[in-house]
């Protein structure tokens, strides 16, 4: 494990993260942060700043330097950043007038703290430079990688946080994680044991027990950055994408149960994991970005199949999370800057739709999910152009394939059904099955109406009767019971309610007039019976649906449709929240 731990620091970064990490390693240490880098904010050469007991039992006020990786003679001295000169900073500057009124009686012990070693032509320098400069109130350590390391097994990763026998399937995760096969069971394992199994269904815990639990959600934390980075250095940012969905709704779901909503620490540790999720989604982004923006990135010239055509819609999922997740910290301190990663993300996502054919042909009925979510982006962007080309690429193909009974999207989410369908091996009665619901196609219609095009709405709703015969066109709605499950695992079999079949009405105002009785009678709950849209942070049910495939609930479109009816019938296509 210690091995394991010192390869995950030595791919860190000084700024973001072992900055980020340090800190929660001392106040496990039980040395208490007094001071955090800040971007922009002279440090004086003094990273973290802390108060403690030292090895001897004294309290003390320790100043951390961060380097990241070995240290050589450059490092040493070497500019205005190097090591000899930082510590000549904190020397005649930080001791002298920056020091708390309260702490400058107190013995000083500086920590040049490195993710790597210090190496042989430099160790010499450094002795000699604390020999010269230690006095009986200041004193030099160097805490190297394997320390780090060290430190983070016993502290951060002790048998109270993660059980001797669990740390072997961490093991075995960061050994699978690169795999393209592999189900990520192992982590999930541990995930679960530290996030859900540990609910002793109390729910209102002592001060002890709430410190016990945001020392299991830091863990957490740590064990998605390791996954992270191997997932990373593997090749596969794929599985580091689910592992930080999976950690994110079990984070949530582990605030939930335990009504911990208004306990700072608790949901300033869900806050860390939620950016570490972003970062992931950043990497991925950066990563397989330029292959959405050719034609036929995805596919790479295979043609249309149900393979392909299933990773397309894969990566539609995933990209809209991405940019929804963009969207919601647009309501945040950098909001402008993640607004325009949004709309950056969304034009992606158009690019992505226009290169690859398959994003016309969806192959499941599930696939409902992916293309609520690309829709809800494309929306809250602003795109609603490029949604109603989409959307009529989407409803002309699919009709043709269920006209014809091929190729059409299949009610099952098995893939032997798929391919079965694919080369014809099933009779007419089998095919029958296959299609005989449909959630997509009510799908299409509701987004069409929350878009102005209601020409597309009525062209589907005059085939109701003669390709749609037969279909049985319905939805599943999200009730009371769904916020206990919707976290955690698929939720439409234990709650919910399914509104079948679906005849659509003739006139859009008599659609809109019927969405709005449904909101007004009550008949259907509010989005804010999610904890996580009360709180501000809707993207988590989205994000549910796509990591469990939960049908997308269409209380997320109902406020659009009944604005419809509010709004001048010549500003009805201006759809844009």
């Given at each position: 494990?210690?091995?394991?731990?010192?390869?995950?620091?030595?791919?860190?970064k000084?700024?973001?993260?072992?900055?980020?990490?340090?800190?929660?390693?001392?106040?496990?240490?039980k040395?208490?942060?007094?001071?955090?880098?800040?971007?922009?904010?002279?440090?004086?050469?003094?990273?973290v700043a802390?108060?403690?007991?030292?090895?001897?039992?004294?309290?003390?006020?320790?100043?951390?330097?961060?380097?990241?990786?070995?240290?050589?003679?450059?490092?040493?001295?070497?500019?205005?950043?190097?090591?000899?000169?930082t510590?000549?900073?904190?020397?005649?500057?930080?001791?002298?007038?920056?020091?708390?009124?309260?702490?400058?009686?107190?013995?000083?012990?500086?920590?040049?703290?490195?993710?790597?070693?210090?190496?042989?032509?430099?160790?010499?320098?450094?002795?000699?430079?604390?020999a010269?400069?230690?006095?009986e109130?200041?004193?030099?350590?160097?805490?190297?990688?394997?320390?780090?390391?060290?430190?983070?097994?016993?502290?951060?990763?002790?048998?109270?946080?993660?059980?001797?026998?669990?740390?072997?399937?961490?093991?075995?995760g960061?050994?699978?994680?690169?795999?393209?096969?592999y189900?990520?069971r192992?982590?999930?394992?541990?995930?679960?044991?530290?996030?859900l199994?540990?609910?002793?269904?109390?729910?209102?815990?002592?001060?002890?027990?709430?410190?016990?639990?945001?020392r299991?959600?830091?863990?957490?934390?740590?064990?998605?950055?390791?996954?992270?980075?191997?997932?990373?250095?593997?090749?596969?940012?794929?599985?580091?994408?689910?592992?930080?969905?999976r950690?994110?709704?079990?984070?949530?779901?582990?605030?939930?149960?335990?009504?911990?909503?208004?306990?700072r620490?608790?949901?300033?540790?869900?806050?860390?994991?939620?950016?570490i999720?972003?970062?992931?989604?950043?990497?991925?982004?950066?990563?397989v970005?330029p292959?959405?923006?050719?034609r036929d990135?995805?596919?790479?010239?295979?043609?249309?199949?149900?393979?392909?055509?299933?990773?397309?819609?894969?990566?539609?999922?995933?990209?809209?999370?991405?940019?929804?997740?963009?969207?919601q910290?647009?309501?945040?301190?950098?909001?402008?800057?993640?607004?325009?990663?949004?709309?950056?993300?969304?034009?992606?996502?158009?690019?992505?739709?226009?290169?690859?054919?398959?994003?016309?042909?969806?192959?499941?009925?599930?696939?409902?999910?992916?293309l609520?979510?690309?829709?809800?982006?494309l929306?809250?962007?602003?795109?609603?152009?490029?949604?109603?080309?989409?959307l009529?690429?989407?409803?002309?193909?699919?009709s043709?394939?269920?006209?014809t009974s091929?190729?059409?999207?299949?009610?099952?989410?098995?893939?032997?059904?798929?391919?079965?369908?694919?080369?014809?091996?099933?009779?007419?009665?089998?095919?029958?099955?296959?299609?005989?619901?449909?959630?997509?196609?009510?799908?299409?219609?509701?987004?069409?109406?929350?878009?102005?095009?209601?020409?597309?709405?009525?062209?589907?709703?005059?085939?109701?009767?003669?390709?749609?015969?037969?279909?049985?066109?319905?939805?599943?709605?999200?009730?009371?019971a769904?916020?206990?499950?919707?976290?955690?695992?698929?939720?439409?079999?234990?709650?919910?309610?399914?509104?079948?079949?679906?005849?659509?009405?003739?006139?859009?105002?008599?659609?809109?007039?019927?969405?709005?009785?449904?909101?007004d009678?009550?008949?259907?709950?509010g989005?804010?019976?999610?904890?996580?849209?009360?709180?501000?942070?809707?993207v988590?049910?989205?994000?549910?649906c796509?990591?469990?495939?939960?049908?997308f609930?269409?209380?997320?479109?109902?406020?659009?449709?009944?604005a419809?009816?509010?709004?001048?019938?010549?500003?009805?296509?201006?759809?844009?929240?």
């Open positions: 494990m210690k091995l394991i731990v010192k390869e995950f620091l030595s791919q860190l000084e700024s973001g993260e072992l900055d980020r990490l340090l800190p929660d390693l001392l106040a496990r240490m040395i208490i942060p007094i001071s955090r880098p800040q971007i922009g904010v002279r440090q004086n050469g003094v990273d802390a108060v403690g007991r030292d090895k001897g039992g004294a309290k003390a006020l320790f100043l951390f330097v961060l380097k990241v990786g070995d240290l050589g003679r450059r490092d040493w001295d070497g500019g205005v950043n190097a090591v000899r000169a510590l000549n900073q904190v020397k005649d500057s930080y001791l002298h007038s920056f020091v708390r009124p309260e702490h400058r009686s107190l013995p000083v012990r500086i920590v040049v703290c490195s993710t790597g070693q210090l190496k042989q032509d430099v160790t010499q320098d450094y002795n000699g430079y604390v010269d400069n230690q006095t109130r200041v004193s030099y350590e160097f805490w190297s990688g394997d320390d780090l390391a060290a430190l983070i097994e016993t502290h951060l990763l002790d048998e109270y946080a993660i059980d001797p026998s669990e740390r072997a399937d961490l093991r075995r960061i050994a699978l994680v690169g795999s393209r096969d189900d990520l192992h982590v999930y394992k541990l995930l679960d044991a530290l996030l199994g540990s609910h002793d269904g109390s729910v209102r815990p002592t001060t002890a027990h709430r410190k016990k639990f945001i299991k959600l830091r863990t957490a934390a740590l064990v998605l950055e390791i996954i992270f980075r191997w997932a990373n250095e593997e090749g596969n940012l794929l599985n580091a994408f689910k592992v930080g969905e950690c994110c709704l079990w984070a949530w779901e582990f605030i939930r149960v335990r009504e911990l909503f208004k306990y620490p608790a949901m300033a540790s869900f806050r860390d994991i939620y950016q999720h972003g970062r992931i989604c950043r990497a991925y982004y950066d990563k970005g292959y959405f923006m050719a990135g995805i596919s790479v010239y295979a043609g249309e199949n149900a393979l392909v055509t299933g990773k397309v819609f894969e990566q539609i999922g995933v990209l809209a999370e991405i940019g929804l997740v963009q969207l910290n647009s309501s945040g301190e950098d909001g402008q800057v993640a607004a325009g990663n949004a709309d950056a993300i969304a034009k992606v996502l158009v690019s992505l739709t226009k290169n690859n054919p398959s994003s016309g042909s969806p192959r499941y009925d599930e696939n409902a999910i992916e609520s979510m690309a829709f809800m982006l929306l809250g962007t602003g795109n609603n152009e490029a949604a109603e080309a989409w009529d690429e989407l409803a002309n193909r699919v043709y394939c269920l006209r091929k190729c059409f999207p299949i009610s099952t989410d098995s893939f032997d059904d798929l391919v079965a369908l694919e080369v014809g091996e099933l009779t007419e009665e089998e095919v029958g099955k296959l299609k005989d619901l449909s959630t997509l196609v009510p799908t299409l219609m509701y987004w069409s109406v929350v878009f102005g095009h209601d020409v597309l709405y009525r062209k589907l709703q005059s085939i109701q009767g003669s390709i749609f015969d037969g279909i049985c066109l319905q939805l599943w709605y999200a009730d009371e769904t916020e206990s499950l919707v976290y955690r695992e698929s939720a439409q079999y234990e709650s919910g309610t399914t509104e079948a079949p679906i005849v659509f009405p003739a006139d859009v105002d008599e659609l809109i007039a019927g969405e709005k009785k449904k909101l009678s009550k008949a259907i709950v989005l804010d019976a999610f904890s996580a849209v009360r709180y501000g942070m809707f988590m049910v989205m994000m549910a796509r990591h469990y495939r939960t049908p609930p269409p209380q997320f479109w109902m406020s659009f449709i009944v419809r009816s509010r709004v001048p019938a010549s500003d009805q296509n201006d759809t844009t929240p």
